[in-house]
């Protein structure tokens, strides 16, 4: 079996800067959870859905996972590192963090479920 690095944590600030340089934000909570806000310029794809979806995602040279609070999107950002996709990093404290440093969410009077 191939050894698969640690997955990083990065905090939101990190995130927020990497995600404007050109890294995919995914976000990886239900819909229900998506619709009622969400990072802009994130990519949603429900962990529910993703081992059939997986193939799906952009080629990028970083993949930043994010969910409301960090567990979630910690074991997707493993997951995705253990079958090669490259650049994987756990946006630690999820979107709860990302509304507590005062980034923005879509819709703009949207909020963390």
Request: hydrophobic letters at 45%; one cysteine or more; charged letters at 20%.
């Amino acid at each position: 079996m191939r050894q698969v690095e640690p997955v990083e944590q990065i905090d939101v600030q990190a995130a927020s800067a990497e995600q404007a340089d050109g890294a995919l934000l995914l976000d990886v909570r239900e819909q229900d959870e998506w619709d009622a806000g969400h990072a802009p310029g994130s990519l949603h794809l429900p962990l529910s859905e993703l081992q059939e979806r997986f193939t799906e995602l952009p080629e990028t040279a970083a993949t930043l996972v994010i969910c409301r609070s960090g567990s979630r999107s910690d074991v997707v950002a493993h997951a995705l590192a253990r079958i090669g996709r490259p650049g994987c990093a756990n946006v630690a404290g999820g979107l709860q963090a990302w509304v507590a440093a005062g980034l923005p969410l879509e819709p703009a009077d949207g909020r963390v479920l």
